[in-house]
T-cell receptor, first 114, second 112 residues
């Protein structure tokens, strides 16, 4: 069945360093890949997304890369700040978009040490 | 963050009881979703609905039921058949053809 794997499950970095979170997906027909940030006790919120016809997208300190051949996509956060500490989820929309559903990864707890 | 609400925020249930979680949105979104969140397991899809009076099972639908009688509302019933219902439940909505899903604040269900 459809599956999204996410690594690492926890990540600790020093303030100012970069952080990278990686995901792989199983359905080669997947065509949309969002990343959500969930702060403690709050709802997930979209921070960046990428579609299958694009290889890279950047928004200030965050960027996402997509390798369709390898079925792999990654989140890059540069110049990390304490407020970046949260759980990050990747997701993929399978079935070529026949439905709007998303398959989520298991999440990465990012801790930015001041 | 406004536009999609869930109630109650906390819910306690005795074993053997059914309980219904509310989800309402005023974003005029066609599609709505229910997810269950457990520590270390991410968000798992329970049910989703792309249009009024129609819904589909997600990956973990057993022990749950939904209805979609109105565009704005997508209530989730956790039945006594759900063996391990204690979890954080998130509702989301999106426009058809537009991919971002907007999440509600969640309901934390505890079975006593």
């Amino acid at each position: 069945g459809e599956n999204v794997e996410q690594h690492p499950s926890t990540l600790s970095v020093q303030e100012g360093d970069s952080a990278v979170i990686k995901c792989t997906y199983s359905d080669s027909a997947s065509n949309y890949f969002p990343w959500y940030k969930q702060e403690l006790g709050k709802r997930p919120q979209l921070i960046i997304d990428i579609r299958s016809n694009v290889g890279e997208k950047k928004d200030q300190r965050i960027a996402v890369t997509l390798n369709k051949t390898a079925k792999h996509f990654s989140l890059h956060i540069t110049e990390t700040q304490p407020e970046d500490s949260a759980v990050y989820f990747c997701a993929a929309r399978p079935d070529g978009g026949a439905t709007n559903k998303l398959i989520f990864g298991t999440g990465t707890l990012l801790a930015v040490q001041p | 963050d406004g536009g999609i609400t869930q109630s109650p925020k906390y819910l306690f249930r005795k074993e053997g009881q059914n309980v219904t979680l509310s989800c309402e949105q005023n974003l005029n979104h066609d599609a709505m979703y229910w997810y269950r969140q457990d520590p270390g397991q991410g968000l798992r899809l329970i049910y989703y609905s792309q249009i009024v009076n129609d819904f589909q099972k997600g990956d973990i639908a057993e022990g749950y039921s939904v209805s979609r009688e109105k565009k704005e509302s997508f209530p989730l019933t956790v039945t006594s058949a759900q063996k391990n219902p204690t979890a954080f439940y998130l509702c989301a909505s999106s426009m058809t053809g537009v991919n971002e899903q907007f999440f509600g604040p969640g309901t934390r269900l505890t079975v006593l």
